[in-house]
C-alpha cells in the first residue's frame, strides 16, 4: 500500500494514495486515535490504517487539498554522501571505509508538486535525486540481518543543495538545509510492495532531459549497512527519514555546470515510487 500526508481545509491529515489527483482521508476516530502518519508507524498499525480507509475513508481529490512531505514531522532526517561510484568519480573523492554522513532538518523537507523555493543567497541551486527510507520499528545496534526488518517503506527524494553553502567548509549541512529545499514524496510505499530494492531504478529529469539514471543496486553502502552504522552511534526511531544517497550526474559535476533555476521542472522518478515533481520558484 501508499500512503500520504496532506493538508485540507487549515488541517493536517493523511491517507492512502490511490493516484496523481485522489487519494482517500482517513477516518476521523482513526486519526483521533493515531494523529499522524509517524505516529501510525510507531504504533505498527499500518495494516490496520489500510482496513479503517477502506471501510470508511473519505474521496479526496488534489484540487481539495494540498500534499505534505511523506513524514511531515521526522524527529532525524539522515543524508548519505558519495554513495555512488558514478557520483565518487565525478566529485574526484577518495573511497571511503564508512557512510558520509550529514543532517537536515524537518523544516528543509517539501512535498510533491509543491513549488521548490531558490534560495537567493545562492546561484548554485543543484539536484540529487535519492532513495529515502522511512524508518518503522526503531533502536539501536541494529545488524545487517535485522535492518529490513525496521524499514517502514520507501519514497522518492530529493536533496536540493546549496553547492557554494555546501562548501563553505568541510561541513555540508548549510548548503542542505535552506528551508523547503528537499521534496520528499509523492507517497511512501510500503517495505511489503517493494520486495527487492535492488530491482529498483531511479532517473532525475530536469526540464525533461535525463540527468541521472541508476540502480540502486549500484550502491556502495546498502540499506542494511546504513541502517547498521546510523544505530550504531544514534537511536532510530519510527518516522526518521534516510536518504541513501545520489549517482552521478549532479548538475554541479557537468560541463559547464547545470544548475535549477525559477521556472525549472524537476522530477525525481522511482520503480514503484512515482515520480516527484516540483517547479522551481523564486525565494520570498
Known amino acids: 500500500m501508499s500512503f500520504v500526508s496532506f493538508e485540507i481545509a487549515g488541517q493536517q491529515t493523511y491517507g492512502l494514495w490511490k493516484d496523481e489527483g485522489n487519494w482517500v482521508q482517513v477516518p476521523d476516530a482513526f486519526q483521533a486515535h493515531y494523529p499522524d502518519l509517524k505516529s501510525v508507524i510507531a504504533a505498527d498499525q499500518l495494516d490496520a490504517l489500510e482496513v479503517a480507509i477502506r471501510q470508511n475513508g473519505k474521496a479526496v481529490t488534489s484540487s481539495q487539498a494540498r500534499l505534505l512531505p511523506v513524514i511531515p514531522n521526522p524527529g532525524k532526517v539522515f543524508c548519505i554522501g558519495l554513495n555512488y561510484k558514478t557520483h565518487v568519480a565525478e566529485t574526484k573523492r577518495a573511497d571511503s571505509e564508512h557512510p ?137 526511531s519510527p518516522g526518521d527519514v534516510i536518504a541513501t544517497g545520489t549517482p552521478g550526474g549532479v548538475g554541479d559535476r557537468r560541463e559547464p555546470p547545470v544548475y535549477m533555476k525559477a521556472g525549472d521542472v524537476i522530477e525525481v522518478e522511482i520503480t514503484g515510487l512515482g515520480t516527484l515533481r516540483n517547479v522551481v520558484s523564486h525565494a520570498a
Not at 153 to 169: E, I, K, L, S, V
Open 100 to 236: 558520509a554522513i550529514f543532517t537536515r532538518f524537518a523544516d528543509s523537507l517539501n512535498a510533491h508538486n509543491a513549488p521548490l523555493p531558490h534560495p537567493k543567497e545562492t546561484t548554485r541551486f543543484d539536484f540529487e535525486g535519492e532513495l529515502a527510507v522511512i524508518i518503522g520499528k526503531g533502536g539501536r545496534n541494529i545488524t545487517q540481518a535485522q535492518a529490513f526488518e525496521h524499514i517502514a517503506g520507501y519514497a522518492c527524494f530529493n536533496d536540493g543543495t546549496a553547492r557554494d553553502w555546501q562548501r563553505h567548509t568541510h561541513q555540508w549541512i548549510p548548503g542542505k538545509n535552506f528551508p523547503l529545499t528537499g521534496p520528499l514524496g509523492p507517497f511512501m510505499a510500503t517495505r511489503q510492495e517493494i520486495p527487492d530494492v535492488n530491482q529498483l531504478t531511479l532517473e532525475s529529469r530536469l526540464n525533461g532531459e535525463v540527468m541521472q539514471h541508476a540502480s540502486v543496486a549500484d550502491l556502495i553502502y546498502t540499506l542494511p549497512v546504513i541502517i547498521e552504522y546510523l544505530s550504531g552511534f544514534t537511536n532510530l
